[in-house]
């Protein structure tokens, strides 16, 4: 609120100045002036001398209460709103030097970026150097390349190679982070990897004597999700738990996406003691994975009841496939702050219980449910006409939990249980809002005041995604409609032609 009563102060200023001086110019044309003698030069001399004084007290206050004023519709010359709230929320002095080429217009596009972003917070110090004309400042701070922004703090520095503001915006948050985030991903029960950066096998390249590569990757993975979390300047590891030593204390959430082998009492013995000791966990299953009893009772001790079946939403599902539940509708939380439609191919329900024993704080919250049409089904893939017995109504899909195992705890834990995994996947990460939940999650996980404001641009092909319905109409409008009256034209034509 405050930002924008600045911004309508200083466009209240610009109105003001220009008034004044359309007035004046009116005033110096009405004005009578003695037709000879020294009165006529005096008065030439305090006219003009008038007006430069009025002059030089306009570009006075437009100095001071300077104003961006960007008519095109894209905004093409203004910074992101995402970029400009990263500088709003500085909170100590960083430094930005810009090294660039000067006849790049993209980087001299930036440089007028960044100059109306440091307007913003007197806390961003910006200083642009050209590369070719101080050579020597680009090797003092390491530049080998063009379009290279040094964002430096008193404990930070970091480098980013970009003329995107975005890009430079991201860049900030690492370099403000107070402490080192690690997101630790589970591995040892053929869970999500996070190595691969492409959603499907593809061709790439040429071989040897040209023939075209093929690029095997694993069917769905975390390689999306790791590459936002580097953006973001937060730390990926693996953890084997199958090994059976203790989630590392350095951990700040884990994560355990689509696991498909059952958890041994042991380990799920070591979740417990790092909950125990105030970990988070991020905890995502599929419909078809059969939950052993032990993890069962640990995620019951937490407040999470975990269902099973497959959810059919005839009224709330994307595209035509309705069992992949689309959810637009979501509970108050940090979580979901913002968030637009996400999509979950294939869920089961998850749900909030009441641990036994009321000895143990533990709050737990539905986060988001599909809708009163919706029920459960045994198998994958049956879902109209099969449901016709089941009891329909509202579902609920994720759980986030808050509090202590034991009496006596020190640190609260955090978890966050879905009953879908393939929404974080490389195939749906960069559908809809999907990343958006993804990365809310991780954040209140690791206990972040707020959640990243400036988020990664999740790199995917340009592609048209419709909905159920507009499937339909397209079906109806281009298969039955044109052709039909195509028809009915030629047959009206050839009937008058024969009579």
């Not at 400042?137 to 190679?161: D, F, H, M, P």
């Not at 204390?249 to 799920?268: G, H, I, K, W, Y």
């Not at 036994?356 to 109209?384: C, H, M």
């Not at 988020?455 to 419709?466: G, I, K, S």
Request: glycine share 10%; net charge neutral; with cysteine.
């Amino acid at each position: 609120m405050t930002e924008h009563l600045a911004e309508l102060t200083g466009a209240f200023w610009f109105a003001a100045v220009i008034c004044a001086l359309v007035a004046l110019f009116a005033f110096g044309i009405r004005l009578r002036l003695p037709l000879s003698g020294p009165l006529r030069w005096l008065a030439h001399l305090g006219i003009a001398g008038g007006a430069c004084i009025a002059v030089l007290f306009a570009n006075m206050a437009l100095y001071r209460h300077d104003s961006h004023l960007d008519l095109t519709r894209e905004e093409a010359f203004t910074p992101s709103q995402e970029a400009q709230q990263v500088v709003r929320d500085l909170h100590e002095p960083l430094e930005l030097t810009f090294f660039y080429k000067k006849n790049d217009q993209a980087a001299l596009a930036t440089i007028t970026s960044l100059r109306l972003l440091s307007r913003l917070n007197p806390l961003l110090r910006l200083d642009t150097v050209d590369t070719d004309q101080n050579p020597a400042r680009a090797n003092q701070l390491g530049v080998r390349v063009y379009n290279t922004a040094i964002l430096r703090t008193s404990a930070r520095r970091v480098e980013v190679v970009s003329s995107d503001d975005h890009e430079i915006a991201l860049g900030m948050l690492r370099a403000m982070r107070e402490r080192n985030i690690v997101i630790c991903f589970g591995t040892g029960h053929g869970e999500y990897q996070i190595d691969n950066f492409e959603h499907q096998t593809h061709f790439e390249g040429l071989g040897g004597r040209g023939e075209r590569l093929v690029v095997q990757m694993e069917d769905q993975g975390l390689g999306r999700l790791r590459r936002s979390l580097d953006k973001l300047g937060l730390l990926s590891r693996k953890v084997d738990l199958s090994a059976g030593r203790p989630v590392p204390d350095d951990c700040a959430v884990l994560v355990e996406a689509n696991p498909r082998s059952r958890f041994s009492p042991l380990e799920t013995g070591l979740l417990r003691t790092y909950l125990l000791h105030g970990g988070s966990f991020f905890f995502a299953i599929e419909p078809d994975y059969n939950v052993d009893d032990s993890l069962r009772a640990l995620m019951e001790d937490v407040g999470v009841n975990i269902g099973d079946g497959y959810l059919v939403d005839p009224n709330g599902h994307y595209f035509t496939d309705d069992q992949m539940i689309a959810v637009s509708k979501y509970e108050q939380h940090p979580i979901t702050r913002g968030l637009a439609m996400s999509i979950y191919p294939g869920a089961r329900p998850v749900a909030a219980v009441q641990p036994a024993g009321g000895d143990r704080p533990v709050n737990a919250k539905v986060l988001f449910t599909s809708t009163d049409s919706s029920y459960i089904v045994a198998e994958k893939g049956a879902s109209k006409g099969d449901g016709e017995g089941e009891t329909k109504g509202p579902k609920p899909l994720a759980v986030v939990a808050e509090g202590k195992l034991k009496a006596g705890q020190e640190k609260p834990f955090r978890l966050v249980a879905f009953g879908n995994a393939g929404f974080a996947s490389n195939s749906f990460y960069p559908y809809l809002s999907n990343a958006d939940m993804i990365i809310n999650c991780l954040s209140w996980l690791s206990r972040e005041q707020k959640a990243p404001v400036a988020r990664p641009v999740v790199e995917d092909v340009p592609r048209v995604v419709l909905t159920g319905g507009q499937a339909r109409g397209i079906f109806i409008s281009t298969v039955l409609v044109l052709p039909g009256m195509v028809a009915l034209l030629g047959g009206l034509v050839w009937w008058r032609r024969r009579s």
